[in-house]
């Protein structure tokens, strides 16, 4: 007789799903929906821990707000195995997961936080120290990267640790001439494009350092930022006064878009400008490369791993070499080509399909234990 195959049922945090959709709110969308189309027999519970989400009804709903959860989840606390549907295995999403008897992993997408805490508010320190606790306790651990793999080991303390690459995100081309209403008109120029919140991380004072060299030799070339004001706004602020009135002039901040506009951006800008300190993964590496658009960063973290060959790369802090990539693609076609044709064979590299194999079979061990 063929004995059927087992069905693991899985807990997982959907809490980054509710609410605008964040770079960790599109991981876990792309996760969910493709455990959900495996066909080796996973069955999901989804929960949320948060008293203003709007929940589906097949979501669970555990009995406390987030931030009183975090602070009670950094002591001893119960396990929560009832109100998760006593699943196989608990994944939390999101760098915490609740307490509980069963198998757990948690998603660490990037090391910042712990690297650097006075980075960060103090919910998020509270999170590092749940995150700490769990692992101690023998949660696994799931990074997207080989570069966090690295660094969580070492910071974390810890060899129950997996890298499972992320799929793309899905965003469909966005014709050039749909400009959404919002954006400005760049009039027909080239202009570069840096994506995110403007914090410490992304290295932003760096990349406009290097835009005044290149504006100096590129007289119609823009930069466009476009993300939500964070923690390093004043030093961006100082860098741009730094600049002569002619090139400062020529740098758009647009403060945070939402998909539509950073699509139409994407499409259309020259290239992309990634000059991050530190990234866990890179998102809008493969969304620059599905839309036709070159990439120029740095060397730091995940990026060398995630986009390949079809980058021009530099060290993070060398404004002068993020200048020369960045004028090699806005002024050579042939560079400008290449770098899209790389992308998209690099983009073949991954998908959501294997990063659910990925993760089941990481389920598979951890509840057979």
């Not at 929940?55 to 009995?63: A, I, M, N, T, V």
């Not at 939402?258 to 866990?280: F, H, I, M, Q, V």
Request: hydrophobic share 40%; aromatic share 6%; glycine share 8%.
């Amino acid at each position: 007789m063929v004995q059927a195959p087992t069905t693991i049922s899985v807990a997982i945090d959907v809490a980054p799903l509710h609410g605008p959709r964040t770079g960790i709110g599109h991981a876990v969308a792309g996760i969910v929906g493709a455990l959900s189309a495996s066909e080796r027999g996973v069955t999901l519970k989804p929960y949320v821990t948060s008293t203003r989400a709007k929940r589906e009804d097949s979501q669970r709903r555990l009995p406390l707000p987030a931030a009183a959860a975090i602070r009670m989840w950094s002591r001893t606390s119960p396990p929560l195995d009832r109100f998760l549907g006593r699943p196989d295995v608990v994944h939390g999403t999101n760098y915490v997961v609740p307490p509980s008897r069963c198998a757990s992993v948690v998603s660490v997408y990037d090391c910042w936080f712990l690297e650097h805490p006075r980075d960060v508010n103090a919910d998020v320190r509270r999170a590092a120290s749940v995150l700490r606790r769990r692992v101690a306790e023998g949660t696994y651990v799931v990074t997207s990267s080989n570069a966090t793999t690295v660094k969580a080991r070492e910071l974390l303390s810890t060899d129950r640790i997996r890298t499972i690459h992320l799929g793309p995100p899905p965003i469909p081309p966005i014709p050039p001439d749909d400009r959404p209403a919002g954006l400005p008109d760049v009039d027909g120029a080239p202009f570069i494009l840096a994506l995110g919140t403007i914090e410490r991380r992304k290295n932003l004072p760096t990349l406009v350092a290097a835009f005044g060299r290149l504006a100096h030799d590129h007289r119609d070339v823009r930069l466009v930022i476009a993300g939500a004001d964070g923690n390093d706004r004043p030093n961006v602020d100082k860098a741009i006064r730094r600049l002569d009135s002619g090139a400062a002039s020529r740098i758009v901040l647009v403060g945070p878009v939402d998909d539509g506009e950073k699509n139409w951006l994407l499409s259309t800008a020259r290239a992309l400008a990634y000059p991050s300190l530190d990234e866990g993964f890179g998102f809008p590496i493969l969304e620059a490369q599905q839309l036709g658009t070159p990439v120029v960063a740095s060397t730091a973290g995940s990026i060398p791993e995630i986009a390949g060959p079809a980058a021009l790369l530099s060290t993070a802090m060398d404004a002068d070499a993020l200048a020369a990539n960045l004028y090699w693609v806005v002024t050579s076609d042939d560079m400008h080509d290449k770098l899209v044709r790389r992308g998209r064979a690099n983009l073949r590299r991954f998908g959501w399909s294997r990063t659910a194999d990925r993760l089941i079979d990481l389920y598979e061990e951890i509840s057979a234990r």
